[in-house]
């Protein structure tokens, strides 16, 4: 078995999430195989569950001035400020050997992927259900599926560093006072790969352990690919009509 | 009369709920938060829906529409929501 394999690099939130639909369109209609994607984000981007209230949770005053732009994604789940990471999708059909109708076997499946590229890393992972992987109980990887048009679409993150002051600088808080024990919160439930290997992981040898994961856990061959011109084509459609469409990001 | 909750249990994800309840209906609704439901556009139906509910009916028309939608539910328990709408009623 084999996933095509895309290493898109760092692109700005709208974007990427156009192109993860984009490539969610074309693996529906047979145009592409099964696909592994790695990406960065560049600005930086919070994005938000497609449940959750715009205002409710994001400053968008302070994100501006900050330069870091706001998507809403197709997925559900929580708030997640895109800075130092390593974003991967997975976009299977569900009829595929690969995927399990179960949502929560769905994840851990998946997530096996991830684990196993921790482990590379040097790393005792976990899968912790519904959507998060932990090493020694904190935080290291959230992540969101959805099923729309007979595929399953899985995103999520590998934070390469935490920065918990800058984060709670563009997202809502309850209050000024309440501010400092969030930061406190996520000091101590989540962890970046610096903080945990005690130096700097690049996008690139992330991207290299978790491909490498990805291809162990699942039993499969990675075959490297650039996305398809129609796909980025529909890539920057996704972006222009949907992502970067304030009717879209103020949903909810 | 619009109420506002937050509400999170231990096996449930954060839902800030929003409702206007007047005369035992629920005249607005607005459900959000970090849970999860397939199809998500299904959801939007099921939300939209419950709007003119009695509050007496709200948790049946809920688990109704969800199964007229096909939507799976994650992290959001209707009987929670049920029960917001019925102590924000109580309080009205």
């Known amino acids: ?56 949770e994001v400053d968008r005053e302070a994100c501006r001035a900050a330069g870091v732009d706001v998507v809403r994604r197709i997925t559900g789940g929580g708030a997640v400020f895109h800075d130092d990471e390593l974003t991967y999708s997975v976009v299977i059909p569900e009829r595929h050997p690969l995927a399990r109708a179960d949502i929560m076997e769905s994840y851990r499946f998946l997530c096996s ?27 290291v990887s959230g992540n969101a599926q959805t099923r729309r048009k007979g595929c399953i679409l899985q995103h999520g993150t590998v934070l390469l560093g935490v920065d918990p002051e800058r984060m709670f600088s563009l997202l809502k808080v309850p209050s000024e006072k309440l501010k400092g024990k969030l930061i406190q919160d996520i000091k101590d439930r989540v962890r970046g790969l610096d903080q945990l290997l005690g130096r700097r992981v690049g996008l690139d040898e992330a991207a290299d352990a978790f491909a490498d994961g990805f291809a162990a856990a699942l039993g499969v061959e990675l075959s490297l690919a650039e996305p398809a011109a129609d796909e980025l084509a529909e890539a920057e459609r996704h972006a222009e009509e949907r992502y970067a469409n304030e009717a879209w990001t103020a949903k909810r | ?88 009623a109580r309080d009205a």
Request: glycine share 12%.
């Open chain 1, 1 to 56: 078995m084999t996933l095509r394999l895309l290493r898109t690099g760092v692109a700005r939130g709208a974007f990427n999430m156009g192109l993860d639909e984009a490539v969610l369109g074309s693996v529906s209609e047979g145009r592409q195989p099964p696909t592994l994607r790695f990406y960065g984000w560049n600005p930086p981007t919070v994005s938000l569950g497609y449940f959750q209230g715009l205002d409710d």
């Open chain 1, 113 to 139: 992927g991830l684990v196993d590229g921790f482990a590379r890393l040097g790393l005792r992972a976990a899968f912790a259900p519904l959507n998060d992987i932990l090493v020694d109980g904190r935080k």
């Open chain 2, 1 to 88: 009369m619009t109420v506002e909750r937050v509400f999170k249990s231990p096996g449930t994800k954060l839902l800030r709920l929003t409702a206007d309840i007047d005369a035992g209906a629920v005249r607005g609704l607005s459900m959000r938060g970090d849970f999860f439901a397939h199809p998500e556009e299904g959801f939007d139906r099921v939300e939209a829906s419950l709007v003119g509910v009695t509050v007496a009916g709200f948790e049946s028309a809920f688990r109704a529409a969800l199964e007229r939608e096909g939507v799976s539910l994650y992290g959001l328990d209707p009987a929670d929501v049920a029960n917001l709408i019925e102590e924000a």
